[in-house]
């Protein structure tokens, strides 16, 4: 199957870089020279990478045969993908493959996967739970010890209140304030 890593944006500099909008949590690995990726739309064939370099915190990909701004512009917008059967991490997972896995606390089903968020410390798994609530679950090894694509599930050991601490707010008012309940003292001032 193949997985989306970068999607290509402006020309950079009069030597045929661009810049990369990167979608994977390894970089420097993924883009290395020499590396190929299959690309889309699928009229610009593959691409090989050249050169790889950071400029501040934005990565500058060079490609065979890109060599002027003028070839670098015909780039603009491309998406790169890569054979992720050729990734044989054990302990990673694709969004594509964690969407709409149901997932358990115990033997009970609590909801279903509708998300990853990936962030720079951790990532966050977004679920659905049983009500239609979103639940933003740490996608970490003590909360998720268990992740079991063939049979379509994660397993959770959640701390208590992960799924209930948010419902609090909106069983109260818009403010996230409880209504006042004492009896027409509501609006006065003591």
Do not use: C
């Not at 990936?118 to 740490?138: A, F, S």
């Not at 379509?152 to 818009?174: C, H, I, Q, R, S």
């Amino acid at each position: 199957m193949q997985v989306q890593v970068a999607r290509i944006g402006k020309p950079h500099g009069i030597r045929g870089e661009v810049t990369v909008l990167v979608l994977t949590d390894a970089p420097d690995s993924r883009f290395a020279v020499g590396t190929e990726f299959v690309v889309e739309p699928a009229s610009l064939g593959t691409l090989t990478v050249r050169s790889s370099r950071w400029n501040k915190d934005i990565l500058l990909l060079g490609f065979e045969g890109t060599n002027t701004r003028n070839d670098a512009e015909l780039l603009r917008g491309a998406s790169l993908f890569f054979d992720s059967e050729e990734d044989q991490d054990d302990d990673a997972w694709y969004e594509h493959e964690l969407l709409n896995l149901e997932v358990r606390v115990g033997t009970e089903r609590v909801g279903k996967v509708t998300g990853l968020r990936t962030l720079p410390v951790q990532d966050l798994l977004i679920v659905e739970d049983n009500d239609g609530d979103e639940v933003l679950v740490p996608f970490v090894d003590e909360i998720v010890p268990e992740v079991n694509i063939e049979e379509g599930y994660v397993l959770l050991t959640p701390p208590n209140g992960l799924f209930t601490v948010n419902k609090e707010a909106t069983e109260n008012d818009e403010t996230g304030q409880a209504a006042e309940t004492d009896g027409g003292t509501e609006g006065t001032q003591a």
